[in-house]
């Protein structure tokens, strides 16, 4: 029976992604704008306005600085790219002092890198910073993206009446479809519509490769809180959703700027893998801290975001200020992150044995330490009384491979423990 009702909900939770081939795994790259925002002023500011010269500089240090080789791969456009008028034609265009060579030229150039290139449009009238959107425009500015050899899409929500956002999201996911060209597809879809209902998440990840639920993030300890807690309190709606073609998008990463303390960065990218996110950077790759880029570019980190199975991990317990996040991985791995969220005195203990994935120690498991720094902690039992020591907003990162090949079904399932967590206060 157990097995029947598992496979059954296996079933019906891989709800069918878009067709498009991209984002079998979550998107890594990097994303103009947390740290770089609306700076048009290239008179006052050129090495950081908006421009082309950004983003080839940032292509430039995504191959030199090792970010190519640790799976970054896309350099994305957000707002504030375009010029306020349409062209003769109608289509869309760069502004043509910040942009001289145009994004066809700047797609060139960042293929000739081997890296892809991001653009931003929007769904509504206008986008958010104010310049021409798509609405009415759908098959003109997908043919436009395409012609220019663009790779990525992030579609924005702004200035969308609310009823019409599904439609105006599908209609440009069947545009791009159009035009023959597969371009990974991130929306805000979801975002934009909760004010006022759960939105659908079997049509979202049928029409887009990601999509954005929450606020945007800030660089700061309680936006990434905030963001947590949020999908943490939606995850039995929205854990379901991701997998291969389709990803929730918690936002870009903060790490590397000024707001997170090294714990606090560490806890981002450890909480980032486990929920399977689109990792994409907004920092500056010309000028980031050697600890940073360490984090950023930790491969065992990374293996865990991108790990084939898949799945996307949840909170499993809230225990005296500890916060556990468990991620179901390949070969019956699991990855365990815990979540000191006690934000006074010094690092605490944490007796991860007791956590309900744990039970794939049964009879035995290796146990590897990840973060705050890479350890084998060796072989546990069922029994053991292992225990982590956190910083207070810092996270220990696990992997626990189990140790014999039990022919049960070991994992843990999303919907098992989410209802555990609503019960639990002690494990
Ligand atoms: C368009 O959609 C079809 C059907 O889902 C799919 O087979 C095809 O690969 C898609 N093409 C592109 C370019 O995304
Ligand atoms: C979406 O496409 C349909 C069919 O062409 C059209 O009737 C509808 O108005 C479009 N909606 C939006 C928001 O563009
Ligand atoms: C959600 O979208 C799916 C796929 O497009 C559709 O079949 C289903 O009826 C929708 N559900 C609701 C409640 O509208």
New binding site residues.
Partial sequence: MYRISLFVVLISRVAVALDNGLALKPTMGWLHWERFMCNTDCDADPQNCISENLYMQMADMMVKEGWKEAGYEYVCIDDCWLSHQRDAKGRLQADPKRFPGGIKKLADYVHSKGLKLGIYGDVGKTTCAGYPAS?GY?ETDAQTFADWDVDLLKFDGCYMDWT?VA??YV?MSKALNKTGKSILYSCEWPLYVWPFHQPNYTAIRETCNHWRNFADVYDSWSSVKTILEWTAAHQDIIVPSAGPGGWNDPDMLVIGNFGLSHDQQESQMALWAIMAAPLLMSNDLRDICPRSKGLLQNKRIIAISQDDHGRQGYRTAKVDSFEVWERPLSKNRLAVAVLNKQEIGGRRAFAVSSVPGWKICDPKCNVTQILPQYKELGVQTLQSKMAVLVNPSGTALLTVTPLTSVRRIHHLHWQDTSIKDKHATVL
Avoid: V
């Fill in positions: 609405l759908y019409l439609e105006g209609n």
